[in-house]
């Protein structure tokens, strides 16, 4: 991919671009590296197999919902619903899926199917994604509170265990986090129906021209955004073992942050499943282990999100500015 | 007749007011007329907060695709708070605290186009990343804030005119305003026009990124405002005052007939929206249905509502 590149651009002007482009490519897992450090300055002790465990506990379900909303930005919409579907989806893995597990497995797969819908509705009306997602986010919530009114529920015992493997040497986070970029890059980046997807966001006149089907794409992509999300809702109520209705709010931004942080664009299909990993754990670890080591106060923790989704964009400005002008 | 009932007929904005008039009819038939015009009384009331944000939220939609302000919640809260805190329960600081909430707003709106224009970055992570940092402030700023507003402010806030809240009068005569703003200032026009096309504008002369300041300046200003009177008319700052606004702002803009993406607004709409879903809220609690159901009723209506209107023509 790189050498193709560099090959057919000409020699003169070339190095400083391809610099610049390798290292904006380079700048998730430098942020990453970044946060690792500081906490390893702050509380060297953390950098252990049991630090990395703790720390990245919650990355797993970030990492899962990062990946569902990469797949919707892919084909630029936005789901602003992500993070109270997954509380949903947690909702109902402790329960239905805990009491009787036909009947959640297939609800689980009716939200899938719900999401390809949703797809379809946004492609045939040619709607705006933020405002069906937003009227979206209070059907899951709404549904959610109907099914668990107060927190409890039980997590079913193989879920549990799953999320609590210990693997030798390598955290299990790390392992999961590898194995989620893994398939989503050969899965988008390297098929061929993986392009389609991505240029449906980047071209859909080209794409629909070409023969292939924008409907189908669109669904594809929602569906696969809802997949992802099931996964992370039910990785979720595995690590918290007890589900509550508004367990997931949160995920909704930091889904969008970690895609952003991710080297992904809102526009142009152009977006980066290793990337969108990467930037979740960056948000995951920055989110709360960073924070507290530097000794943040909890008021000001949201901030310092923020501040660090504003830093990493600076920078990714400063890089590209005097470089290809969009 | 049937001309101008026709004309009435081809407006978008009329089907706003049919929804909010469908509802109202569906909750007094439910109570069997009783508290009819209570209802309507208090939906005004609520609107008012809706419309104020609303209007903002639209000229900043208007300006194109990608162009929202999700900091809208943030800000209101921060604003509730220093509000509160300017007035410090004294009447003759009322216009003092309405000026600070204002200026408060207009800062974090400018901020917002800041960090739009220097980082080159979509609107909305802009205003998203800037309402993690606004709310930390008014986390941190408004810890344990229990300010009542000035007795004076608070009862203003309250005040009914024939059934009519004095708020919603106001309020009529702003959205006049800002109808005349925005069909017939050049800033007006020229939100319009950048949303339309933004190169053309540009190349036409219009100064745009003066323009797009202006109106990200003015949603966030808006917003200021709405959170000391949200302050005054719920009796208190509180960090959690604005959240609801974040959907309401977009879902009224939306119903209301403006289009998303940009370049074709509407202001009578925002009012019916608003009422709308006011509303909506107000049938579902005479119904008397539980919390959950009126959350999936809502987000199902609001689905609905945007599928039956459509988007925008396909270009092919």
């Known amino acids: 991919m790189t050498t193709s590149a560099a090959l057919s651009a000409p020699p003169a002007n070339a190095n400083g671009a391809e610099w610049r482009r390798r290292l904006r490519a380079a700048l998730p897992a430098l942020s990453l590296a970044l946060v690792v450090a500081a906490i390893a300055w702050l509380n060297p002790r953390a950098i252990s197999y049991f630090g990395f465990t703790l720390m990245l506990n919650l990355a797993i379900p970030i990492a899962l919902a990062t990946m569902a909303q990469m797949f919707v930005i892919a084909g630029n919409d936005l789901d602003l619903s992500i993070g109270t579907f997954v509380g949903f989806v947690c909702c109902v893995a402790a329960t239905w899926l805990h009491d009787a597990p036909w009947l959640g497995v297939l609800t689980l797969v009716g939200c899938i199917a719900l999401y390809a819908a949703l797809g379809a509705l946004i492609y045939l009306r040619n709607l705006p994604s933020i405002v069906v997602t937003l009227g979206m986010s209070f059907v899951w919530q709404g549904l959610a509170i109907l099914l668990l009114p107060k927190p409890g529920g039980k997590a079913p015992g193989w879920l549990q265990a799953i999320m609590g493997v210990k693997p030798p040497f390598i955290p299990f986070p790390i392992v999961a986090a590898v194995v989620i970029a893994a398939v989503g890059y050969f899965g988008l980046m390297r098929t061929s129906y993986g392009a389609i997807l991505r240029a449906s966001g980047g071209n859909a006149l080209a794409i629909e021209r070409a023969g292939w089907s924008l409907l189908r794409a669109k669904m594809t992509l929602f569906a696969l955004a809802g997949a992802f999300g099931v996964l992370s809702g039910m990785a979720l109520v595995g690590i918290t073992t007890s589900a509550d209705a508004n367990i997931g709010n949160g995920y909704t931004l930091l889904s969008i942050a970690g895609v952003i942080l991710g080297g992904g664009e809102f526009v142009g299909g152009r977006v980066s499943p290793i990337g969108a990993v990467l930037g979740a754990l960056t948000m995951a670890m920055a989110a709360s282990p960073l924070l507290t080591f530097m000794r943040v106060p909890p008021d000001w923790q949201v901030a310092a999100n923020g501040a660090i989704l504003i830093i990493v964009l600076a920078a990714r400005v400063v890089i590209t500015r005097r470089g290809s002008e969009r | ?316």
Not at chain 2, 24 to 46: D, E, N, V
Not at chain 2, 125 to 150: E, M, W
Not at chain 2, 152 to 179: C, S
Not at chain 2, 204 to 212: I, S, T
Request: aromatic share 8%.
């Open chain 2, 1 to 316: 007749m049937t001309a101008t009932f026709q004309t009435l007929l081809a407006r978008p904005w009329i089907w706003s007011f049919v929804g909010a008039g469908v509802v109202w009819l569906a909750a007094i038939a439910f109570t069997g007329g009783y508290g009819a015009g209570g209802m309507l009384t208090a939906a005004l009331s609520l609107s008012v907060f809706t419309v104020i944000v609303g209007v903002g939220q639209m000229f900043v939609i208007t300006l194109g695709p990608g162009n929202v302000d999700l900091s809208l919640p943030a800000n209101i809260g921060l604003a509730s708070a220093v509000a509160m805190k300017t007035m410090g329960g004294d009447d003759r600081l009322v216009i003092v605290g309405l000026a600070a909430a204002i200026a408060c707003g207009l800062a974090v709106g400018l901020a917002n186009y800041l960090l739009i224009w220097a980082l080159r970055i979509p609107p909305i992570i802009a205003t998203l990343s800037a309402s993690f940092i606004i709310q930390s402030v008014d986390i941190s700023y408004g810890r344990g804030l229990q300010i009542k507003p000035p007795p004076g402010f608070a009862d203003f806030t309250n005040i009914v005119v024939a059934g009519v809240p004095m708020l919603a009068i106001l309020t009529v005569l702003f959205t006049i305003g800002a109808g005349i703003a925005l069909n017939r200032t050049i800033w007006g026009r020229s939100v319009v026009a950048i949303g339309q096309n933004q190169r053309a504008a540009r190349l036409a002369g219009l100064k745009v990124e003066p323009v797009r300041c202006a109106t990200y300046a003015l949603c966030g200003a808006l917003g200021g405002l709405n959170g000391a009177l949200l302050a005054g008319y719920f009796r208190g700052a509180n960090v959690d005052i604005g959240n609801e606004y974040l959907l309401a702002s977009i879902a009224v803009v939306v119903i209301g007939g403006t289009s998303v993406s940009g370049g074709n607004a509407n202001l009578p709409g925002v009012w019916g929206g608003a009422l709308f879903l006011v509303l909506l809220l107000t049938m579902l609690n005479t119904f008397g249905v539980s919390a959950g159901v009126r959350l999936l009723a809502t987000g199902l209506i609001i689905v609905a509502v945007i599928a039956a209107a459509g988007g925008e023509k396909r270009p092919r």
